[in-house]
């Protein structure tokens, strides 16, 4: 009856999304079956198979939609670059700080699962929404610049990637290096605020 209900509805989809996202949230990426999902999500054992080929169609799923929303938040964060392309880009660290904790079983499926994201078209316009956010912050910090002394915008941004995962992994989410006085946000402002001026981006 109730897989019936919810495949009548047409969520049965966004029901396996969910109940996938919240066992990677409680047992990791690779600890739980296709079978458990559909369990979790209140279906038999083969309704999954109406949308997705297995189980690891069912993880790039939750990626993308991760990828999404995280996307999203960031262009909320930045918005446009104002009232200064600093603020606001600082406002995106803080973004990816919140996406993580808000939303881990989709930031896990994202960066921790092994998942292919080349290997699937969709997930990888997702990723690349979120990447060209950042692309375009650093893009404007550097306008203040001469053309010929800006920083590659993409080193930039994937320094700043490579910034905010780190702080995730280690000061965030229960992890080991997350017992410190110094809060999360506060250490990734930091460190990006000493990346940008090192580069010039920012004055003194």
Known sequence: M?????????NLRQALVEATAALIEEMG????TLAEAARRAGVSPAAPYRHFKGRDDLIEEVARLGFVDFAARLEAAFDRGRPRALTAFLRMGQAYLDFARDRPGYYMAMFESGISIAGNADLALASERAQGVLLRAAGALADRLPADQRPPARMVANHIWAMSHGVVELFSRGKPGG???VEPSEMLESGVIIYLRGLGLIPD
């Open 29 to 32: 990426p690779q600890a739980f």
């Open 2 to 10: 109730a897989e019936r209900k919810s495949y009548h509805h047409g």
């Open 179 to 181: 017992r410190t006085p």
